[in-house]
Protein backbone atom coordinates (compact mmCIF):
# COMPACT_ATOMS: atom_id res chain seq x y z
CA UNK A 1 0.00 0.00 0.00
CA UNK A 2 1.53 3.61 -0.83
CA UNK A 3 1.67 6.08 1.52
CA UNK A 4 -0.77 8.43 -0.42
CA UNK A 5 -3.71 5.59 -0.20
CA UNK A 6 -2.90 4.76 2.82
CA UNK A 7 -3.66 8.37 3.85
CA UNK A 8 -6.91 8.73 2.05
CA UNK A 9 -8.10 5.01 3.01
CA UNK A 10 -10.16 6.28 6.08
CA UNK A 11 -12.59 9.58 6.04
CA UNK A 12 -14.42 11.98 8.63
CA UNK A 13 -18.12 12.93 7.79
CA UNK A 14 -18.76 16.22 9.77
CA UNK A 15 -22.53 17.18 10.16
CA UNK A 16 -22.59 20.53 11.85
CA UNK A 17 -26.19 21.29 13.66
CA UNK A 18 -27.16 24.23 15.73
CA UNK A 19 -26.65 21.94 18.79
CA UNK A 20 -23.92 19.41 18.02
CA UNK A 21 -21.55 18.47 15.92
CA UNK A 22 -21.50 14.60 14.95
CA UNK A 23 -18.19 13.41 13.40
CA UNK A 24 -18.19 9.86 11.78
CA UNK A 25 -15.40 7.60 10.94
CA UNK A 26 -15.62 5.56 7.62
CA UNK A 27 -13.57 2.98 6.10
CA UNK A 28 -12.39 2.96 2.41
CA UNK A 29 -15.85 1.03 1.30
CA UNK A 30 -18.27 4.41 3.60
CA UNK A 31 -18.97 1.67 6.01
CA UNK A 32 -19.63 3.32 9.57
CA UNK A 33 -16.39 2.67 12.05
CA UNK A 34 -16.99 5.24 14.78
CA UNK A 35 -18.67 8.41 15.56
CA UNK A 36 -19.34 11.01 18.14
CA UNK A 37 -20.85 14.40 18.97
CA UNK A 38 -19.93 17.39 20.89
CA UNK A 39 -21.88 20.45 21.16
CA UNK A 40 -21.90 23.04 18.81
CA UNK A 41 -20.63 26.77 19.83
CA UNK A 42 -22.38 29.28 18.07
CA UNK A 43 -21.43 32.17 19.87
CA UNK A 44 -17.25 32.35 19.24
CA UNK A 45 -16.14 31.80 15.76
CA UNK A 46 -12.33 30.45 16.56
CA UNK A 47 -13.95 27.99 19.47
CA UNK A 48 -16.11 26.69 16.71
CA UNK A 49 -13.27 25.93 14.82
CA UNK A 50 -11.28 24.70 17.34
CA UNK A 51 -14.15 22.65 18.16
CA UNK A 52 -13.90 21.05 14.50
CA UNK A 53 -10.26 20.88 14.66
CA UNK A 54 -10.55 18.71 18.00
CA UNK A 55 -12.90 16.47 16.31
CA UNK A 56 -10.80 15.62 13.34
CA UNK A 57 -7.46 15.27 15.67
CA UNK A 58 -9.22 12.51 17.54
CA UNK A 59 -10.23 11.20 14.40
CA UNK A 60 -6.80 10.73 13.72
CA UNK A 61 -5.63 9.51 16.39
CA UNK A 62 -8.27 6.76 17.06
CA UNK A 63 -7.63 5.86 13.44
CA UNK A 64 -3.73 6.08 13.06
CA UNK A 65 -4.14 8.33 9.77
CA UNK A 66 -4.79 11.89 8.38
CA UNK A 67 -8.46 10.70 7.04
CA UNK A 68 -9.95 12.94 4.30
CA UNK A 69 -12.24 15.12 5.61
CA UNK A 70 -15.75 16.80 4.00
CA UNK A 71 -18.25 18.74 6.19
CA UNK A 72 -22.16 19.41 6.14
CA UNK A 73 -24.11 22.57 7.08
CA UNK A 74 -27.54 23.96 7.02
CA UNK A 75 -27.39 27.39 4.97
CA UNK A 76 -24.82 27.42 2.20
CA UNK A 77 -21.74 29.18 1.38
CA UNK A 78 -21.88 32.00 -0.98
CA UNK A 79 -20.32 32.51 -4.65
CA UNK A 80 -17.31 34.26 -2.53
CA UNK A 81 -16.58 30.81 -0.36
CA UNK A 82 -18.63 32.72 2.90
CA UNK A 83 -20.92 30.98 5.29
CA UNK A 84 -24.05 31.59 4.90
CA UNK A 85 -26.24 30.31 8.09
CA UNK A 86 -29.05 30.19 9.97
CA UNK A 87 -28.24 28.17 13.11
CA UNK A 88 -24.54 28.72 13.93
CA UNK A 89 -24.33 32.91 13.78
CA UNK A 90 -20.91 33.14 14.88
CA UNK A 91 -19.85 31.43 11.40
CA UNK A 92 -21.85 33.97 9.09
CA UNK A 93 -19.60 36.00 6.62
CA UNK A 94 -16.66 33.50 7.28
CA UNK A 95 -14.62 31.82 5.01
CA UNK A 96 -14.64 28.80 6.89
CA UNK A 97 -13.13 26.42 4.09
CA UNK A 98 -9.53 28.57 4.04
CA UNK A 99 -9.78 29.11 7.99
CA UNK A 100 -10.34 24.83 8.24
CA UNK A 101 -7.72 24.31 6.04
CA UNK A 102 -4.76 26.37 7.66
CA UNK A 103 -5.73 25.21 11.06
CA UNK A 104 -5.94 21.63 9.82
CA UNK A 105 -3.11 21.46 7.39
CA UNK A 106 -5.41 19.52 4.99
CA UNK A 107 -8.09 20.04 2.56
CA UNK A 108 -11.40 19.94 3.62
CA UNK A 109 -14.69 20.40 1.39
CA UNK A 110 -17.94 21.60 2.80
CA UNK A 111 -21.58 21.76 1.65
CA UNK A 112 -25.33 22.02 2.33
CA UNK A 113 -26.71 19.28 4.41
CA UNK A 114 -29.25 18.34 2.00
CA UNK A 115 -27.34 18.04 -0.59
CA UNK A 116 -25.07 15.71 1.30
CA UNK A 117 -28.17 13.78 1.83
CA UNK A 118 -28.75 13.31 -1.71
CA UNK A 119 -24.95 12.23 -2.64
CA UNK A 120 -25.33 9.89 0.15
CA UNK A 121 -28.31 8.19 -1.44
CA UNK A 122 -26.80 8.45 -4.56
CA UNK A 123 -23.82 6.53 -3.79
CA UNK A 124 -25.04 3.01 -2.01
CA UNK A 125 -28.50 4.25 -1.28
CA UNK A 126 -31.51 4.67 -2.17
CA UNK A 127 -30.59 6.01 -5.49
CA UNK A 128 -27.76 3.58 -6.55
CA UNK A 129 -27.47 2.60 -9.54
CA UNK A 130 -29.66 5.55 -11.00
CA UNK A 131 -27.29 7.98 -13.25
CA UNK A 132 -29.50 11.00 -12.16
CA UNK A 133 -30.63 10.78 -8.53
CA UNK A 134 -32.37 13.93 -6.75
CA UNK A 135 -32.56 13.97 -3.61
CA UNK A 136 -35.42 15.39 -1.31
CA UNK A 137 -35.56 16.58 2.08
CA UNK A 138 -39.48 16.90 3.74
CA UNK A 139 -39.06 17.75 7.22
CA UNK A 140 -38.68 21.05 9.01
CA UNK A 141 -37.70 22.62 5.74
CA UNK A 142 -37.96 21.48 2.23
CA UNK A 143 -34.52 21.33 0.06
CA UNK A 144 -32.60 18.74 -1.73
CA UNK A 145 -29.85 18.18 -4.32
CA UNK A 146 -29.10 16.41 -7.64
CA UNK A 147 -26.61 14.02 -8.35
CA UNK A 148 -25.17 12.79 -11.38
CA UNK A 149 -23.28 10.24 -11.93
CA UNK A 150 -22.81 9.66 -8.16
CA UNK A 151 -21.24 13.74 -8.31
CA UNK A 152 -23.51 16.09 -6.51
CA UNK A 153 -24.00 19.38 -8.86
CA UNK A 154 -22.51 22.18 -7.50
CA UNK A 155 -23.32 25.67 -8.84
CA UNK A 156 -21.74 28.72 -8.54
CA UNK A 157 -24.41 29.80 -5.77
CA UNK A 158 -24.29 26.63 -4.42
CA UNK A 159 -28.28 26.91 -4.71
CA UNK A 160 -29.06 24.47 -6.71
CA UNK A 161 -31.50 21.85 -5.10
CA UNK A 162 -33.28 24.84 -2.88
CA UNK A 163 -36.82 23.41 -4.42
CA UNK A 164 -38.19 24.51 -0.96
CA UNK A 165 -37.69 28.32 -2.77
CA UNK A 166 -39.81 27.56 -5.85
CA UNK A 167 -43.28 29.49 -6.03
CA UNK A 168 -45.34 27.57 -4.89
CA UNK A 169 -48.63 26.94 -7.67
CA UNK A 170 -51.09 30.28 -8.22
CA UNK A 171 -53.05 27.46 -9.11
CA UNK A 172 -53.60 25.52 -6.18
CA UNK A 173 -53.58 28.90 -4.18
CA UNK A 174 -56.43 30.05 -5.65
CA UNK A 175 -58.51 26.28 -5.70
CA UNK A 176 -58.08 26.38 -1.99
CA UNK A 177 -58.45 29.43 -1.54
CA UNK A 178 -55.43 29.97 0.36
CA UNK A 179 -53.12 32.96 1.64
CA UNK A 180 -49.50 33.88 0.54
CA UNK A 181 -47.14 32.96 3.07
CA UNK A 182 -44.20 34.63 3.98
CA UNK A 183 -41.33 32.06 4.02
CA UNK A 184 -38.35 32.56 6.17
CA UNK A 185 -35.88 32.41 4.01
CA UNK A 186 -37.39 36.10 3.21
CA UNK A 187 -38.70 35.99 -0.31
CA UNK A 188 -42.89 34.96 -0.29
CA UNK A 189 -45.01 32.53 -1.49
CA UNK A 190 -42.44 29.35 -1.57
CA UNK A 191 -43.42 26.31 -2.11
CA UNK A 192 -41.75 25.53 1.58
CA UNK A 193 -44.63 27.14 3.56
CA UNK A 194 -46.85 24.91 2.25
CA UNK A 195 -44.87 21.16 1.74
CA UNK A 196 -42.59 21.43 4.79
CA UNK A 197 -43.89 19.66 8.15
CA UNK A 198 -44.82 23.03 9.40
CA UNK A 199 -46.84 24.15 6.32
CA UNK A 200 -48.55 20.69 6.73
CA UNK A 201 -49.53 21.83 10.26
CA UNK A 202 -50.19 25.26 9.01
CA UNK A 203 -52.85 23.82 6.28
CA UNK A 204 -53.98 21.54 8.92
CA UNK A 205 -54.91 24.12 11.35
CA UNK A 206 -55.94 26.65 8.29
CA UNK A 207 -58.55 24.03 7.85
CA UNK A 208 -60.26 23.80 10.74
CA UNK A 209 -58.69 21.32 13.00
CA UNK A 210 -57.63 23.91 15.84
CA UNK A 211 -53.85 21.83 15.46
CA UNK A 212 -50.48 22.11 14.30
CA UNK A 213 -49.71 18.76 14.90
CA UNK A 214 -48.29 16.86 12.54
CA UNK A 215 -48.27 13.64 14.54
CA UNK A 216 -52.42 14.58 15.17
CA UNK A 217 -52.86 14.97 11.47
CA UNK A 218 -51.29 11.67 11.12
CA UNK A 219 -53.43 9.97 13.40
CA UNK A 220 -56.73 11.78 12.37
CA UNK A 221 -56.02 10.27 8.87
CA UNK A 222 -55.45 7.09 9.70
CA UNK A 223 -59.27 7.33 11.57
CA UNK A 224 -59.95 8.78 8.12
CA UNK A 225 -61.35 12.11 9.91
CA UNK A 226 -62.98 14.60 6.48
CA UNK A 227 -60.47 17.74 7.86
CA UNK A 228 -57.53 15.40 7.79
CA UNK A 229 -58.71 13.85 4.50
CA UNK A 230 -59.04 17.65 3.37
CA UNK A 231 -55.79 18.21 4.22
CA UNK A 232 -54.29 15.56 2.78
CA UNK A 233 -55.53 16.06 -0.53
CA UNK A 234 -53.99 19.33 -1.07
CA UNK A 235 -51.35 18.86 0.66
CA UNK A 236 -50.55 16.07 -1.77
CA UNK A 237 -51.25 18.87 -4.66
CA UNK A 238 -48.96 21.17 -3.50
CA UNK A 239 -45.72 18.23 -3.10
CA UNK A 240 -46.77 17.09 -6.14
CA UNK A 241 -46.48 20.14 -7.93
CA UNK A 242 -43.32 21.05 -6.64
CA UNK A 243 -41.51 17.80 -7.46
CA UNK A 244 -42.93 17.97 -10.96
CA UNK A 245 -40.88 20.97 -11.12
CA UNK A 246 -38.08 18.83 -10.29
CA UNK A 247 -38.86 16.30 -13.32
CA UNK A 248 -39.74 19.24 -15.67
CA UNK A 249 -36.32 20.97 -14.46
CA UNK A 250 -33.92 17.30 -14.63
CA UNK A 251 -35.93 14.93 -15.34
CA UNK A 252 -33.96 12.48 -12.32
CA UNK A 253 -34.45 8.59 -12.86
CA UNK A 254 -35.11 8.74 -9.14
CA UNK A 255 -36.23 10.90 -6.38
CA UNK A 256 -35.33 10.21 -2.94
CA UNK A 257 -37.24 11.65 -0.12
CA UNK A 258 -35.93 11.98 3.60
CA UNK A 259 -36.94 14.06 6.25
CA UNK A 260 -39.53 13.71 8.80
CA UNK A 261 -42.22 13.67 6.42
CA UNK A 262 -40.95 11.25 4.29
CA UNK A 263 -41.78 8.84 6.96
CA UNK A 264 -45.73 8.92 6.53
CA UNK A 265 -46.29 6.12 4.12
CA UNK A 266 -49.44 8.05 3.09
CA UNK A 267 -47.49 10.65 1.41
CA UNK A 268 -44.61 8.52 0.12
CA UNK A 269 -47.67 6.02 -1.73
CA UNK A 270 -49.37 9.07 -2.93
CA UNK A 271 -46.09 11.00 -4.46
CA UNK A 272 -46.48 9.41 -8.10
CA UNK A 273 -50.05 10.26 -8.93
CA UNK A 274 -49.61 13.62 -7.62
CA UNK A 275 -46.90 14.35 -9.73
CA UNK A 276 -48.50 12.76 -12.49
CA UNK A 277 -51.63 15.05 -12.04
CA UNK A 278 -49.08 17.83 -12.76
CA UNK A 279 -47.32 16.70 -15.71
CA UNK A 280 -47.54 16.24 -19.60
CA UNK A 281 -49.35 13.44 -20.79
CA UNK A 282 -47.04 10.46 -21.59
CA UNK A 283 -44.49 12.02 -19.74
CA UNK A 284 -44.35 9.79 -16.44
CA UNK A 285 -43.09 10.38 -12.27
CA UNK A 286 -39.77 8.84 -11.78
CA UNK A 287 -39.02 5.88 -9.22
CA UNK A 288 -39.99 7.80 -5.41
CA UNK A 289 -37.84 5.88 -2.84
CA UNK A 290 -37.13 6.95 0.95
CA UNK A 291 -34.08 7.23 2.05
CA UNK A 292 -32.16 4.41 3.28
CA UNK A 293 -29.84 6.03 6.25
CA UNK A 294 -32.09 8.54 7.15
CA UNK A 295 -30.11 10.53 10.75
CA UNK A 296 -26.95 8.87 9.36
CA UNK A 297 -27.14 10.87 5.79
CA UNK A 298 -25.76 13.89 7.23
CA UNK A 299 -22.35 12.23 7.98
CA UNK A 300 -22.48 9.77 5.34
CA UNK A 301 -22.41 12.72 2.53
CA UNK A 302 -20.40 14.83 3.83
CA UNK A 303 -17.47 11.89 3.80
CA UNK A 304 -18.33 11.02 0.61
CA UNK A 305 -17.53 14.55 -0.40
CA UNK A 306 -14.53 14.60 1.72
CA UNK A 307 -13.32 11.11 -0.29
CA UNK A 308 -14.45 12.52 -3.80
CA UNK A 309 -12.97 16.48 -2.92
CA UNK A 310 -9.27 14.54 -1.79
CA UNK A 311 -8.92 12.02 -4.52
CA UNK A 312 -9.63 14.64 -7.62
CA UNK A 313 -6.81 16.96 -5.96
ZN1 LIG B 1 -38.38 30.58 0.82
Redesign the pocket.
Known amino acids: MSANSKNTSVTYGLDIGGTKIEIGLFDHQFELMDSWRVSTPTHDYNEFLQAIADLIFEADKRTGQQGSIGIGMPGILDKNALVKSANVHCATGKPIVTDLEMLLGRSVAVANDCRLFALSESCGGAGDKHPIVYGAIIGTGAGGGLCLHNKLYQSSNNIAGEY??LPASGHLLAKYNLPVRE???G?TG?S?AYIAGPGLGWLYNHFGSGTFSTIQFVCDLRDKNPIALKTFACYMEFLGSAFSTLVLSYDPDVIVVGGGLSKIEEIIDALPNAINAHLFDGVESPVISSAVFGDSSGVRGAAILGRQHADNR
Open positions: GHCGCLCE
